[in-house]
């Protein structure tokens, strides 16, 4: 299992990537005000992330401390929703709470639209991972 953590800039800014080989679920969890430029890293390392899992694998993505990002800072976001798809993702799950940013839980489901994906939403990672099986 790899781990991936990087900081941004903003305060609270962060992102953890990591894939489960052995369930085939890739973890993402990103908070706060990430920049253009820490997106694209963010993005890039995802991709990076997913190559060591097998076809059909699943994601959970935890959204629920995220503020919207720039216009900018979500293009990195739509194109590493594409890939996912091209590299035959599975289900998607995003972890929101009651006070994530309606922008961003809908900005997330209609980029994966656009990619071709649905994804679904929980409350907890728990709950996610139950949605899974």
């Not at 781990?3 to 305060?11: A, F, L, P, V």
């Not at 293009?75 to 996912?84: F, G, H, M, R, V």
């Not at 929101?96 to 940013?101: I, N």
Request: aromatic share 6%.
């Amino acid at each position: 299992m790899s781990k991936i953590t990087g900081s941004g800039d903003n305060e609270g800014a962060r992102y953890e990537i990591e894939a489960d080989t052995r369930a085939n679920i890739l973890y993402l969890e990103f908070s706060g005000t990430l920049t253009a430029a820490e997106m694209e890293t963010a993005a890039e390392e995802t991709i990076n992330a997913a190559e060591e899992l097998t076809d059909g694998f699943r994601i959970i993505n935890d959204i629920s401390t995220f503020t919207p990002p720039s216009p900018e800072a979500a293009e990195p976001i739509q194109d590493a929703q594409t890939n996912l798809k091209s590299m035959g993702v599975g289900d998607v799950v995003r972890v929101v709470a009651e006070d994530t940013s309606v922008v961003t839980e809908n900005a997330f489901q209609r980029r994966s639209r656009e990619a071709g994906y649905e994804g679904k939403t929980a409350a907890s990672v728990a709950e996610a991972e139950e949605k899974l099986d």
